[in-house]
């Protein structure tokens, strides 16, 4: 892994514009479950069948019921090493750092990152599907009290998150993708690859011939634009690499 640490290093010594993709694997070590990984109690369901709005149609107590729980255990959690890592790296590259993550933690912001997108929301807000209006909300609820009414109107709420099959919103995405496409360098870290629209932000990057790294504890969707995959625990291959920067 040194070796290879080395070359990611050299090369973002001299990048101009580095911008950083995270997925659910950054966030593992924090006690948070990834996609891919069992969970307990909530095994038997695939998320892909809960993180709809079918789901939610169908069932909505049992859809806030799984966001209640991932709530609690990502209340609790702490960033991790990886975290803190990406904070030294923006405050190394100031303006010319920017952070794309589909997680929906806050773990990115809770380091100290400060210029984060979050593609697919934030589980801290609610948003009321009668009055359209979106809040923060960090409440764990007592079953019966889900699923939640909106604080303002009393009407229909949903976590302020993107679902399997929805549209992200339109300015964070064209945001992220302009990110992509004027970065020289993009580390990708801890993401499968296989959510679009946040997949194809590296091939985007790779295209316009800027270098791509990857870290991930295994090979994955969007290997195939790494120039070198970084395989080992991200909350020790970055903060390795933050310290062949310093
Ligand atoms: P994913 O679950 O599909 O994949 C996780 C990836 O992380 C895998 O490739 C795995 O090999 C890698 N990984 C696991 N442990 C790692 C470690 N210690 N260091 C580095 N890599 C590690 O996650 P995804 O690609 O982000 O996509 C799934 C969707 O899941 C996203 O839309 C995201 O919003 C959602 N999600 C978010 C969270 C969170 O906010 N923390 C948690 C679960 C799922």
Known sequence: ???????????????????????????????????RGKDGLWS????????????????????????????KIIKEAKPNPAHYALVELEKMFGDNFALITQNIDSLHKRAGNKN????HGNIFETKCLICDKIYFDDKIYSDDELPPKCVYCGGKTRPNVVW????????????????????????VVGTSG?????????????????????????YS??????????????????????????
Not at 197 to 217: C, M, Q, R, W, Y
Not at 222 to 237: L, M, R, T
Request: glycine share 4%; net charge neutral; aromatic share 10%.
């Open 1 to 35: 892994m040194n070796e290879k640490l080395k070359i990611v290093a050299d090369r973002i010594k001299n990048a101009k514009k580095l911008v950083v993709l995270t997925g659910a694997g950054i966030s593992k070590a924090s006690g948070i479950p990834t996609f």
């Open 44 to 71: 038997k369901y695939s998320p892909s069948e809960l993180a709809t709005y079918e789901a939610f149609s169908k069932n909505p107590k049992l859809v806030w019921q799984w966001y209640n729980y991932r709530r």
């Open 164 to 187: 399997f099959g929805e549209n992200l919103d339109r300015d964070i995405l064209d945001k992220a993708m302009s990110l992509a496409a004027q970065c020289d360098v993009m580390l």
């Open 116 to 119: 984060v997108y979050e593609l």
């Open 194 to 218: 296989m959510v679009q629209p946040a997949a194809s932000l590296p091939k985007i990057t790779h295209d316009i011939k800027g270098v791509v790294f990857e870290f991930n504890t295994e």
């Open 221 to 246: 969707g969007v290997s195939v634009y790494a120039e070198e995959v970084i395989i080992g625990k991200s909350e020790e291959s970055l903060p390795e690499l933050v310290k062949l920067l310093k």
